[in-house]
């Protein structure tokens, strides 16, 4: 598949086709547990291609799982059969530490198994795009360091900081490019601890980083799309946009209206139903309200995708999911007939 020219069609559409991050719900669709599912590449690509098959979206986005890669560098990891997995101490909070962090080769820990479940959803799917889910360098480190330590030691002491980012960008290289190469058709990168630092920190701790993963995987056939739920954004967007993603993908703390205006047309620009309050704990009705009004806000600009703000809960009700993609229906239908 032409990813380039997926993008191009994306945004000549006129009838855009959403794209939420959209997996972790497929527990309730097979009656299984999240700590069942991420220790099963099988269910995986069973639950990508339940959500596929109901549901027509852009493409089938891989669960985004924020505690894979850390779990990898030896980080101690919480489970729950409701929760997303989450990452408990630090590991890399010294400059020693950092400097003795091994970096990990892609298969250890589950990272392997989650491999395998995009190569099989790869093979199930084929009616749109597969991408996998990677976590972004510094939210990598911040959770290696420990996510308010990091925030400190980069003023206080910059050079643990980019002695661990280095490594984390090391590994996710070779995590990326093992995706790929089975198969995948892109990466959603999940950068959302940077989007708390400064404009001028994100340029230094995180920008460069993942521009240098951006340059060394993306190309015609495998595509970049950055995700940052933070809200310093908008601040920072003019950095954002030197990374070169194929996309951006915003959360719900900002406004899309005010982004889009900081975005040239021909980039393609994602999200930002607030998965929590709107689609987890919200009702049908108001996730219909919340969808159309971003819609509305936002249906001047050509290169503007509906999605979530970030990946959709586990335990959020179809109901609410079902309402996401009516409203969208029925926006666009409105549309047509206008």
């Not at 190469?181 to 993942?210: N, R, T």
């Not at 393609?268 to 049908?284: E, K, R, Y």
């Amino acid at each position: 598949m032409n990813m380039k020219k997926w993008v191009e069609k994306m945004l000549a559409d006129e009838k855009k086709t959403p794209m939420p991050i959209l997996s972790f719900p497929s527990v309730s669709l097979l009656g299984i547990t999240v700590s069942q599912l991420i220790s099963d590449p099988d269910l995986q690509a069973k639950g990508m291609k339940v959500v596929a098959d109901r549901n027509f979206s852009a493409a089938s986005v891989s669960m985004m799982d924020l505690s894979v890669e850390a779990e990898a560098f030896g980080s101690q990891i919480r489970v729950s059969d409701e929760e997303v997995p989450t990452v408990i101490g630090a590991i890399a909070a010294t400059a020693q530490e950092a400097e003795e962090l091994k970096v990990p080769t892609v298969g250890t820990g589950r990272t392997g198994l989650y491999i395998d479940a995009i190569a099989k959803a790869v093979a199930m799917i084929n009616d749109r795009p597969v991408f996998a889910g990677t976590i972004g360098p510094f939210s990598l480190a911040g959770r290696l360091i420990d996510v308010n330590e990091a925030m400190i030691k980069c003023y206080e002491e910059p050079e643990l900081v980019h002695t661990v980012l280095e490594k984390a960008v090391r590994f996710l290289l070779e995590y990326i490019k093992a995706y790929k190469e089975i198969g995948a058709h892109g990466v959603v990168i999940a950068e959302p601890l940077a989007g708390l630092l400064s404009p001028g920190l994100a340029d230094e701790f995180s920008v460069p980083y993942v521009k240098e993963i951006v340059e060394a995987v993306q190309d015609d056939d495998f595509i970049v799309i950055y995700h940052n739920c933070g809200n310093g954004t908008i601040q920072q967007i003019a950095s954002i946009l030197s990374i070169g993603a194929a996309a951006y993908h915003f959360g719900n703390s900002i406004s899309m209206r005010e982004m889009l205006k900081h975005i040239p047309s021909d980039v393609l620009v994602m999200g930002n139903v607030d998965p929590a309050s709107q689609i987890c704990h919200g009702t049908p009705e108001s996730v219909r309200e919340e969808v159309l009004r971003i819609l509305n806000e936002c249906s001047e600009y050509k290169n503007f995708v509906i999605s979530s703000g970030c990946d959709i809960p586990p335990a959020s009700p179809w109901e609410n999911i079902d309402a996401f993609f009516a409203a969208v229906r029925e926006f666009y239908e409105k549309q047509a007939c206008a």
